[in-house]
Structure formats: structure tokens, C-alpha cells
């Protein structure tokens, strides 16, 4: 046991050695994901418009009314991010209709607007592409709602005066017509009233920059493994049967790379996470990083533990250093994509989410989330254990088998 103390203790002192290199290795991997983070994140939320429709419009006769109604609907909000109204000549309009340039053509008729102010409600021409596409389908869609709420705008005159008439009170009907006209106008002109909001989140109870750290603390854990790699990489055939001849054992050999590999990752992981609260601190942004407490630095305990058991598997698997390296990171790209690191599993295809439940990466990820909210679920901790009692048996088998 002495002999085994002496060895690990060596270790150690050849971690502390190698530690700065580690670290700065770490430094520029950290840089580099937060440059591809700070890039990804301007692409996907950027400003756009998610569509664009192109309406032809077409004017019979031209009437200073008919380009004051246009202005006025082009001016509401949500109209003027998905809608433009171009106002063409006939031949135009049909012409863009058939290259597919347009997504609707609208016919105004002569006399239009006086109609609509004396009720002769002359009709509006609405033409569409023979393959229309999916602005089309939503114009049409929305055209065909807006026909049913005129029909039943025109029932409720034609009704209200049957009505007021089969009372004897048509000297009301004027304000009977105003109150159905108020109420219409408040339903259409209030469209969102037309929807039941619900706020829903594929982030559980967590923020989306909360989900999107704990998914990246993960993947930065997983690749800081590959700087470690000196520290946990198997010793070499000769060496290791000159320490069973000395009487370290094989399981007394695995644990002392282990423990080198736990110190080196668990200093470098501290140290990085010390230097982005700083960051962030002097930007007022301390909420994005989970509070402490006991059970908190319990579940940093129990990530640590896992990744850097997983990786001393990877390790011991791969056996040199290029190839090692080479597969630890091709496991950790795969792994949380499945898990729903890079994008939350809803957004996912069914065949990787179901993959994604076999992961040690899941679990990892939602007990990260978990330190947000206070408390990790004792199901995620004892996975996270199980897993870890797994891949260290599994690292040991095999280099009890090559010793064989």
C-alpha cells in the first residue's frame, strides 16, 4: 500500500507540472466555443422576417379613397411585416401572378370604396397561382376567414332589423346597428383576440440561456477531458507490470489516473467557472450563473464525477493519445446533440430523442438545469452514480484484461 501511495503521490506532483499547460489549452478551448456560441446565437436570433407576401393590386379606377385605405391597412403593424402591396396595372399584375412572383392578385373594382359607405358592397377580385405556394396558401387561408366574418357582419344587420321590426322599435335600429358595428370593429381590429395565448417553453422550467449553459458547461466539461489527457492515459505495458511486480495492482494503478484526472479537471472546471462569474459579474449578468449552497456543490460533485469517470473509460478504450482524443470528442459532439445540448430535444426527430434517453449526457445536462431551480431529482442522481460505478468497472476491466 505504501508503494501505491509513493505512486500516486508522483502522479500528482506530475499533474501540478503539466497543470498550466492544461489549463491554457482549456483557456482557448473555452474562447473558441465561446466565439462559435457568440456567432450561432447572432444567426438564430437575428432580426428577420420569417415571411414575406407580395401582393399585386389592382386598380379599375383610380380613387384617392381606395389609395388611403391601402395605406392605412399597409400601416398596421402586423400587416407590414408579412405583407407588401404593390399597386400594378392589370397585364403586370397577372403577369407576376403567373412567374410566381406574387402571391395574390386583388381587384379592386370601380366605385369601391363609395360602395362600402352606401352599403352596395361591390365585390373585391381575389386571384391566385394555380401552384400556389406557401404564402399563398396563407393569404388564401386568411382571405377566406376575413369572407366569413363579413357574411356574419351582414347577418347580424339583416337579423338586427328583422329583429327590431318583429318588436316595432326600427326608430332604434340605427343604434342597434352601432353597437353591432362597434362590436365588430373591436373583433377585427383586435386580432389578437382571435388567439388563446399560452406561453409554453422547451426548456421546462428553465430560461433558454439557462438550458443553452447547462448544455454548454457539459460539452466544455466533456472536451476539457482532452487536455487531461496526459494525466489519464494508461501507463505503458512494461511500466505496469513493473508495479505489479512491486505490488501496486491493477485497480490501485487505475485509481491513481483516475484521481489525477478528477484533481486536473475538477481545478481547471473551478477555475474557469471562478473566471466567468467575474465576467460576468462586472457585466450585471449574475443571474445567468446558478446560485451556491450545499446541495448545489453536491451536484457539481456528482457531474464532475461522471464526466471524468466517462472519460478515463474513453481513455482506456482508445489507448494512444491521438486516437483517445479523436473519439472523446467525437462521442461528445454526438452525445449532446442527442441529449438536446446543442438544440432542445423538442426540436429533435423522434429516432434521436429516443437515442437520447440512454445517454449519460441527458442526465448530465438536466442536473446541470437543476442547479437553477435549487434541487436535482434523486432519479438523475442515482443514474448519474450508476453510471459512474459503470464506466469505472468497465475502465478497469480492460486494463485488467490487456494485463491478462
Known amino acids: 500500500m505504501d508503494r501505491a501511495f509513493i505512486l500516486w503521490k508522483l502522479e500528482l506532483k506530475r499533474m501540478c507540472r503539466l497543470l498550466p499547460g492544461m489549463i491554457a489549452e482549456a483557456a482557448l478551448l473555452l474562447i473558441v466555443m465561446g466565439a462559435i456560441t457568440f456567432g450561432v446565437t447572432k444567426l438564430l436570433y437575428r432580426d428577420a422576417t420569417v415571411i414575406q407576401i407580395k401582393i399585386a393590386v389592382i ?9 388611403l385605405a391601402l395605406q392605412y391597412i399597409q400601416s398596421m403593424e402586423s400587416i407590414a411585416q408579412t405583407c407588401q402591396f404593390l399597386v400594378v396595372t392589370k397585364e403586370e399584375g397577372f403577369s407576376m401572378l403567373d412567374r410566381g412572383t406574387a402571391a395574390a392578385a386583388l381587384v379592386l373594382p370601380g366605385g369601391m370604396i363609395d360602395g362600402i359607405l352606401h352599403g352596395n358592397n361591390v365585390p373585391v377580385q381575389v386571384y391566385f397561382p394555380q401552384d400556389a405556394g406557401i404564402e399563398s396558401a396563407l393569404l388564401k387561408e386568411l382571405t377566406e376567414a376575413g369572407v366569413g366574418m363579413l357574411r356574419v357582419a351582414q347577418a347580424q344587420i339583416y337579423g338586427i332589423y328583422d329583429t327590431a321590426q318583429q318588436y316595432g322599435v326600427l326608430e332604434q335600429l340605427s343604434v342597434l346597428e352601432a353597437d353591432i358595428d362597434r362590436f365588430n370593429l373591436a373583433f377585427a381590429l383586435e386580432r389578437l383576440a382571435l388567439f388563446r395565448t399560452r406561453e409554453i417553453s422547451v426548456a421546462g422550467n428553465l430560461s433558454i440561456i439557462q438550458y443553452g449553459i447547462a448544455g454548454g458547461v457539459i460539452f466544455f466539461l466533456l472536451l476539457l477531458g482532452m487536455a487531461c489527457y496526459p494525466m489519464m492515459q494508461p501507463h505503458t505495458a512494461v511500466l505496469q507490470r513493473q508495479l505489479l511486480r512491486e505490488g501496486v495492482s491493477i485497480g490501485r494503478q487505475c485509481f491513481g489516473k483516475w484521481l489525477c484526472g478528477f484533481c486536473s479537471m475538477g481545478i481547471g472546471f473551478g477555475f474557469f467557472m471562478w473566471l466567468v462569474k467575474g465576467i460576468l459579474s462586472k457585466l450585471h449578468l449574475s443571474a445567468w450563473m446558478p446560485g451556491g449552497g450545499l446541495w448545489r456543490y453536491l451536484t457539481y460533485l456528482i ?30 459532439v454526438v452525445m449532446v446533440y442527442c441529449s438536446g445540448g446543442f438544440l432542445p430535444s423538442a426540436f429533435l426527430p423522434e429516432a434521436v430523442r429516443t437515442v437520447g434517453k440512454f445517454l449519460p ?14 434541487k436535482t431529482a434523486l432519479g438523475t442522481i442515482g443514474i448519474l452514480l450508476v453510471d459512474t460505478m459503470l464506466f ?10 490487456e494485463k491478462v
Open 392 to 401: 469505472g468497472l468497465a475502465a478497469y476491466g480492460i486494463r485488467r484484461r
Open 361 to 374: 449526457t441527458t442526465y448530465l445536462i438536466e442536473a446541470a438545469g437543476s442547479l437553477y431551480l435549487g
Open 303 to 332: 457531474i464532475l464525477l461522471c464526466v471524468t469517470t466517462f472519460v478515463y473509460f474513453i481513455f482506456q478504450v482508445a489507448g494512444n493519445g491521438i486516437s483517445a482524443i479523436l473519439l472523446l470528442f467525437f462521442l461528445s
Open 59 to 67: 386598380e379599375e379606377e383610380e380613387n384617392p379613397l381606395t389609395d
